[in-house]
T-cell receptor, first 112, second 112 residues
């Protein structure tokens, strides 16, 4: 059973471009979470999704950020018009109902 | 989720036991105590969790105080690979798949 997969592992964008981060949960996991880790800081929750539904987006900035977890395919975290402050490591985690979360290796976004 | 308090850093010699403390004086009766760790440049990794009784698994042991206001993660023989940031997190067992709330954790250094 493959673990949580994230791609790309590293992403470089110029200010104003769009960043699309993908997360494929573990097989059988229907719950996906996105977290962000700014340089030298702790992990902060962004959004929690189940298939086709956003359950909790209380940690996601209201503007420029969106997330989806379609019926088929990976979960996508999209950041529009990126700014330097978006540079961070973005981690995805998945879980079955009421169990621990399994994290992916992260996508390291650098905004030039 | 209730707040936890951990030392910022700890140091251990290789092959010796390590006791990582966590205080959670405002824990509620339905809060589970979870431990995750994050190795350098990787996503967090589940270690262990418990409610009232002490727990053992292949990675570690979790000792929970009788009043549940503190707990200790025990690594029986530290290896260089155990150098990581260790996070003690409370999750309400009644709230289903709630996101994890990460604090600053304890940075464990292992000396060869």
């Amino acid at each position: 059973n493959a673990g949580v997969m994230q791609n790309p592992r590293h992403l470089v964008r110029r200010r104003g471009q769009e960043a699309r981060l993908r997360c494929s949960p573990m097989k059988g996991h229907s719950h996906v979470y996105w977290y962000r880790q700014l340089p030298e800081e702790g992990l902060k929750f962004m959004v929690y999704l189940q298939k086709e539904n956003i359950i909790d987006e209380s940690g996601m900035p209201k503007e420029r950020f969106s997330a989806e977890f379609p019926k088929e395919g990976p979960s996508i975290l999209r950041i529009q018009q990126v700014v330097r402050g978006d540079s961070a490591a973005y981690f995805c985690a998945s879980s079955p109902p009421t169990a621990e979360q399994f994290f992916g290796p992260g996508t390291r976004l650098t905004v030039l | 989720d209730a707040k936890t308090t951990q030392p910022n850093s700890m140091e251990s010699n290789e092959e010796e036991p390590v006791h990582l403390p966590c205080n959670h004086s405002t824990i509620s009766g339905t809060d589970y105590i979870h431990w995750y760790r994050q190795l350098p440049s990787q996503g967090p990794e589940y270690v262990i969790h418990g409610l009232t009784s002490n727990v053992n698994n292949r990675m570690a042991s979790l000792a929970i105080a009788e009043d549940r206001k503190s707990s200790t993660l025990i690594l029986h023989r530290a290896t260089l690979r155990d150098a990581a940031v260790y996070y003690c997190i409370l999750r309400d067992g009644n709230s289903g798949n709630t996101p994890l709330v990460f604090g600053k954790g304890t940075r464990l250094s292992v000396i060869a």
